[in-house]
């Protein structure tokens, strides 16, 4: 999935997922917001109805008690403070009826509760009457009897009957409220796991998709530098995709551009052969004319100062001029050999097959006896495990690089030469064997390290011949065989080479570009005409 | 027994390595006639009295000397053309080219010529070839003692 959404859409999913989270939050915020905010105005609204409820019996009672007062004592103030009360009960019923609407379910408890007001005022109303109508006794057994005092219980009943009923309903109210908000609080917090959870698996399958198809293609760079074949290409539609697809193409074209280079060199090194052979052959043949005058001239008549210039023209002059022709075409030779070993090396097909490497660096080690008995040097051969490759190939490889030890000893001090692999136990474990071979003789200085491997550069002039394309050939085959090669040297100590190869067939064969890069470096080879490369 | 003496038939474009094998070859002693020839289509016109040589008829008793590089035909297919051929398959072939490439050698040895030699042509060389060819074909070398110091050479086969 990671690898056919563009980068805009990955960037937008991986967007998309807080803020539909933040969305949702605020929604659940407003509405905790809201709720909360009802129930707080309806909490108010409950209270006042009960103050209210409360006021109309506190007016009432006021009213009762004037009116005892006036029943009493007779006097005219009770009477209105009586009054006063019952008008202010009025009004707070009606007040009350304003919180508590008529048509509603509370407005049949208000409609008791007017009901049993009305009829308390009508009695103390009745009260009053009789003591307007100076008719005192009946008012005094009007307020004997427990008339008045029923219907105040009967009013205080209805009172708390809905006083209770709006309790209830407050404390419904308030558990709904507490539910409400206890059901949205484990909402959000598990929308913001789930939310958190959703991110992190798109940011992993991003990353698969992402940083590590990045690291990939960044290895592939690395194995284009090192002449390497390349991993297969990664499938997808995104960028990076897009990406891996033109890294393919590009190094493709590196190759054939190379390869392209190597045909240039060869056919061109192969042509120059031709005049060569005549340059070679026609300085050979002007060296046997000059003689033969030379035999001639001896024996004839010439005047003796004539016959002296003569014989040092045909015995010095000629020579010494043809010497020199003779001494450039035998370099061009050896360059234009070079050239052409170095072009094959990378166009001629491997057989890839089990080599003993034991018995091909002892046959290097044998064929070299001359020079390595001339150095006085010693030579050991390791356990060498097997190696998968081109037998001829490899062999080359060993030969120059023992050759090269034996050629750059130091002349003063004793030569030893190892040559033997590393790890030659563990072959099993990643498949690749790191083969060495050790000298203790001139070394490479630290400049010259970096440029090792490029061609036609010789550090040490005047040590040995050659035309300096040894490493060259080296670090060819050693890429070809999907290897590495690198040297360790302490100059007036020794060099070792180490050379890294597949130990056995690689189970699953990389996409096959073999990348050939030819640097130009230095080197210090002495090129040893490898049985290899006599041909018949 | 008597014996025929062969005639050197080579072919070479190159005026120059021709001049060199030439001298060479007299150089060392050798005392055979060198017929040359500039390609391998006249190579095989010699060879079967055609062409350039129509009417002409072929030698009995040659050697041939084929250069590989040539134009219009090269050694290789000239070698081929020869070995499929009865009339011309006994003829011993000596390769001469300026390429060591392996793959060519091979192909020249499955082909069925005799030796191959690397120009230049060196003098020692080719009388080793010529001897190792006379290991397959009958041919020998003749000492000539003229009395002289240099040493003659006559290649020949026997009747």
């Known amino acids: 999935m990671g690898r056919n959404l563009s980068m805009l859409q990955k960037g937008l999913l991986l967007f998309a997922a807080p803020v539909l989270f933040q969305l949702v939050f605020f929604g659940a915020l407003l509405k905790m917001e809201r709720e909360s905010f009802e129930a707080q105005s309806a909490a108010t609204q409950t209270q006042d109805v009960i103050t209210q409820t409360e006021m109309v019996f506190r007016s009432l009672i006021e009213a009762i008690n004037s009116s005892r007062g006036y029943v009493i004592t007779g006097n005219e103030l009770f009477k209105t403070a009586s009054r006063d009360s019952i008008d202010a009960a009025e009004a707070e019923i009606s007040r009350l009826y304003t919180l508590v609407p008529r048509t509603s379910e509370r407005g049949t408890y208000v409609d008791l509760i007017e009901k049993r007001a009305t009829a308390l005022i009508h009695w103390l109303e009745r009260v009053d009457h009789l003591l307007d109508a100076n008719q005192r006794e009946q008012a005094i057994e009007e307020i004997k009897n427990l008339e008045g005092k029923h219907r105040t219980d009967d009013l205080r009943a209805a009172i708390d009957e809905f006083l209770d009923e709006q309790r209830l309903q407050d404390a419904h109210r308030r558990d709904e409220l507490d539910r409400s908000w206890r059901l949205q609080n484990r909402f959000l917090i598990s929308g913001l796991i789930a939310v958190l959870g959703i991110t992190l698996t798109i940011l992993f399958v991003f990353y698969l998709g992402i940083s590590r198809r990045l690291e990939l293609l960044a290895e592939k760079a690395r194995l284009v530098a090192q002449g390497r074949p390349l991993t297969p290409p990664m499938p997808g539609t995104d960028e990076i995709s897009l990406l891996d697809q033109r890294f393919h193409e590009m190094a493709k074209s590196l190759v054939e551009r190379n390869q392209e280079n190597e045909l240039f060199t060869y056919s061109v090194s192969h042509d120059l052969r031709s005049p060569l052979v005549n340059l070679q052959g026609f300085s050979e043949e002007l060296t046997h004319s000059a003689e033969e005058l030379q035999r001639l001239i001896e024996g004839s008549n010439l005047p003796s100062e004539a016959q002296a210039r003569v014989a040092r023209l045909l015995r010095d002059d000629i020579p010494e001029s043809i010497h020199f022709i003779q001494t450039a075409v035998a370099r061009m030779a050896t360059i234009i050999d070079a050239l052409l070993r170095l072009s094959r090396a990378g166009r001629v097909e491997y057989r890839l097959v089990n080599v003993d490497v034991t018995a091909i660096v002892r046959r290097v080690v044998d064929s070299l006896h001359n020079d390595i008995d001339q150095h006085g040097a010693r030579v050991s051969v390791q356990e060498l495990p097997e190696a998968w490759g081109d037998a001829t190939a490899i062999e080359q490889l060993f030969a120059n690089l023992i050759s090269n030890a034996v050629n750059y000893l130091d002349p003063d001090r004793p030569g030893t030469i190892e040559i033997g692999a590393i790890d030659a136990h563990d072959s099993g474990t990643n498949g690749r064997i790191i083969y060495y071979v050790k000298d203790n003789g001139l070394g490479i200085p630290k400049d010259y390290q970096s440029k090792l491997f490029l061609a036609f550069q010789r550090f040490h002039p005047g040590v040995s011949r050659g035309e300096g394309i040894g490493l060259a050939l080296v670090h060819r085959i050693v890429n070809r065989h999907g290897g590495q090669i690198w040297a360790r040297s302490a100059p007036g100590h020794g060099t070792t080479f180490y050379v890294s190869l597949a130990t056995r067939k690689p189970t699953e064969t990389p996409s096959s570009i073999d990348s050939s890069i030819s640097h130009r470096a230095r080197n210090l080879t002495h090129d040893v005409p490898v049985t290899a490369d006599r041909a018949g | ?159």
């Open chain 2, 1 to 159: 027994m008597t014996f025929q003496s062969l005639l050197i038939v080579l072919a070479e474009d190159d005026d120059g390595h021709a001049t060199l094998i030439q001298r060479n070859l007299k150089r060392s002693g050798i005392l055979n006639t060198i017929h040359r020839v500039h390609d391998g289509q006249e190579a095989l016109d010699l060879l079967h009295g055609e062409g350039k040589y129509q009417g002409q008829s072929p030698p009995t008793r040659c050697l041939l000397l084929l250069d590989i590089n040539m134009p219009r035909l090269n050694g290789i297919e000239v070698l081929r053309r020869l070995k499929a051929d009865s009339r011309t398959d006994s003829i011993p072939v000596i390769m001469i080219t300026t390429t060591d490439s392996p793959r060519e050698v091979e192909t020249c040895y499955r082909l069925g010529c005799g030796v191959y030699i690397t120009k230049p042509v060196e003098p020692s060389l080719f009388t080793e070839a010529v001897q190792r060819l006379g290991l397959f074909l009958q041919i020998i070398t003749l000492p000539h003692d003229k009395g002289g110091s240099s040493k003659q050479l006559e290649i020949v086969q026997p009747d």
